[in-house]
């Protein structure tokens, strides 16, 4: 009797140490995914610049803005004119990897263009992130207002705004298909 009760017992041990493994490589490859707004915005640095920007420029024309080439030149930082009702917005497009984030010294360049082009306030757009120095920087400033759009709102803005251009990111059409 006691010999079956062992066997039961063990029997009992096994599966749930099974199962218990199950959930664990569940709970581990859900660690090692990157979620999706990290894939999405990796996959955009297959992008040349101009691509991006043009994708940038449709996000804001989405949004309702009327949106322009920025000025050209060796020291612009403009990629974007973006004009609201509430005034002329100057845009920024930084395209860069999630582990290098916007610092300080690029919102200074940044802000001190849209003073120069007397703009209502500037954006910048980046697939990353910003310092938190960055972001207090923008705190105490005076009008132009500076904003932040880091690549988990940008992804959020365009699956509100522009979903098939999402899917088509995230899901490009395989070469199979487009022989066929």
Not at 24 to 31: E, G, S
Not at 73 to 83: S, Y
Request: net charge positive; proline share 6%.
């Amino acid at each position: 009797m006691n010999f079956n009760r062992s066997i039961y017992f063990f029997n009992k041990l096994a599966y749930y140490l099974i199962s218990m493994d199950e959930k664990l490589l569940k709970f581990i490859n859900y660690l090692l995914t990157p979620p999706p707004y990290r894939i999405f915005c990796d996959k955009l640095h297959g992008f040349n610049q101009q691509e991006f920007i043009q994708l940038i420029s449709d996000l804001f024309e989405a949004l309702g803005c009327q949106v322009t080439p920025g000025p050209k030149g060796p020291d612009e930082t403009i990629d974007l004119m973006c004009e609201t009702g509430s005034g002329n917005y100057t845009i920024q497009c930084k395209k860069w990897r999630w582990d290098h984030k916007v610092k300080v010294k690029d919102v200074r360049e940044v802000y001190g263009a849209a003073v120069k082009h007397k703009a209502a306030g500037v954006l910048i757009v980046t697939t990353s992130d910003f310092t938190e120095n960055a972001r207090q920087f923008s705190y105490g400033l005076e009008p132009p207002r500076v904003g932040f759009i880091d690549g988990k709102q940008l992804f959020d803005l365009m699956k509100q705004h522009l979903p098939d251009v999402v899917s088509r990111i995230l899901n490009p059409p395989s070469s199979e298909a487009n022989r066929a």
